[in-house]
Every structure is written in structure tokens, then in C-alpha cells.
Antibody, heavy 121, light 106 residues
Framework: EVQLLQSGGGLVQPGGSLRLSCAASGFTFTRYAMTWVRQSPGKGLEWVSGISGSGRNTYYPYSVDGRFTISRDNSKNMLYLQMDSLRADDTALYYC??????????????WGQGALVTVSS | SSGPTQPPSLSVSPGQTATITCSADKLGGTYAGWYQQKPGQSPVLVISEDNKRPSGIPERFSGSNSGNTATLTISGTQAMDEADYYCQAWDSNTVVFGGGTKLIVL
């Protein structure tokens, strides 16, 4: 059974940093790309980053490029999102998700439970 | 880039066919995916790569993609299908989501 277990959310001040983690199990981790998607309260889905199965290719939208860094540790089946220079509009529920293939742009077939990030002073 | 356009809401009666559209320039040139999200839950992939149904998704869910429009069709809509639906596509090396459609079954 595929499982994605997230940790690391919380309250952070504007300008601060936070790292999200996602522990994967139930599939061969290196064979699949992974991604992060966020959802602001009452709003729609917004993609924030993606990484290929090997970790060589990373992808970001303009809104977070240069502030967020996606990474993975294939020896530990772990996915990470390092978020720096956080702003109030980064407040959201952050999901990790598994991509159906080894690289983007394919869809996301399994999702974590979400981790709430609140940016406020 | 801004995401594809979806209607904000759609109302259907049980047993009817629900058709949700997703429009963007040249959308048919890339694969489209569709997600169902119920309140308080994580999204679920219901259509992958334009028209593939993942394991466990009922046959009443189908998809198509051509020109500038991708379409999610739910045949014989049931009360349990009431949810938000999001399309997803690829544009200029970024993943883009539609704004979402609230499907109301009444």
C-alpha cells in the first residue's frame, strides 16, 4: 500500500524558514517523480515544486522560484521542501504527492495528508 | 502563467450526466489530469493522461482532451460524486491547475 506521511508544518514569522518532510512507503521510490502542491484556506490547488526520480531534475513555478527548494533522499525514501523568505501569502496546507512516472509532467496518483504552514507575526 | 479556466460550479440531478470543462490555449497538446477533492480530504486522481482511469475509480468517470478544451464526464452522477474537481495540465515547464469546479448533486 502506497503511503505518504508528512511532517514539519507549523507557525513561522514572515521572512523565516521551514522544512517540510514526506516519508514514502509501499512503492519503489527512485522510480517515481515527486511533487509538492499547496492549497490556501478556501482556495484552489497550486503546484509549488517537482523533482524527478533521480533527483537530477527540479521544477518550480515563478511564485516560489529562488525561495523554495525541493530535494529527495532516495536512500531513506524521503522528500523535502525547504521554504525560505516566507511570506503571508505562503500560508496554506501543503501536500506531497507521487507522480505516475519517473519525471514530470505526468499527473499525481497518491497524496499525503497535508501539513499546515502558517506565516504570521 | 495563469491556470486553465473551469466553471466555478455545476448542478446536476442524481442519475444525470455531469460535464466539466477545462479550457486553455493549446491544452490539447499536453496531457490533462482530473482530481476530485471532498471537504477535509486530500485530492484523488480520477482521470490521468486525458482519459485513463486509475485503479479503483468507477467507470462512470471518463475524460477527453482536444483543441483548447479538456472535459471530465461523470455518467449517472451519484450523490457521493458531490465534490470539487480540478483539472491539471503542463504549460511552459510548470504544472498548472484550473480554478476548480464545485459539483453539486441535488
Amino acid at each position: 500500500e502506497v503511503q505518504l506521511l508528512q511532517s514539519g508544518g507549523g507557525l513561522v514569522q514572515p521572512g523565516g524558514s521551514l522544512r517540510l518532510s514526506c516519508a514514502a512507503s509501499g512503492f519503489t521510490f527512485t522510480r517515481y517523480a515527486m511533487t509538492w502542491v499547496r492549497q490556501s484556506p478556501g482556495k484552489g490547488l497550486e503546484w509549488v515544486s517537482g523533482i524527478s526520480g533521480s533527483g537530477r531534475n527540479t521544477y518550480y513555478p515563478y511564485s516560489v522560484d529562488g525561495r523554495f527548494t525541493i530535494s529527495r533522499d532516495n536512500s531513506k525514501n524521503m522528500l523535502y521542501l525547504q521554504m525560505d523568505s516566507l511570506r503571508a501569502d505562503d500560508t496554506a496546507l501543503y501536500y506531497c504527492a507521487k507522480v505516475v512516472n519517473i519525471d514530470l509532467p505526468d499527473p499525481f496518483d497518491y497524496w499525503g495528508q497535508g501539513a499546515l504552514v502558517t506565516v504570521s507575526s | 502563467s495563469s491556470g486553465p479556466t473551469q466553471p466555478p460550479s455545476l448542478s446536476v440531478s442524481p442519475g444525470q450526466t455531469a460535464t466539466i470543462t477545462c479550457s486553455a490555449d493549446k491544452l490539447g497538446g499536453t496531457y490533462a489530469g482530473w482530481y476530485q477533492q471532498k471537504p477535509g480530504q486530500s485530492p484523488v486522481l480520477v482521470i490521468s493522461e486525458d482519459n485513463k482511469r486509475p485503479s479503483g475509480i468507477p467507470e462512470r468517470f471518463s475524460g477527453s482532451n482536444s483543441g483548447n478544451t479538456a472535459t471530465l464526464t461523470i455518467s449517472g452522477t451519484q450523490a457521493m460524486d458531490e465534490a470539487d474537481y480540478y483539472c491539471q495540465a503542463w504549460d511552459s515547464n510548470t504544472v498548472v491547475f484550473g480554478g476548480g469546479t464545485k459539483l453539486i448533486v441535488l
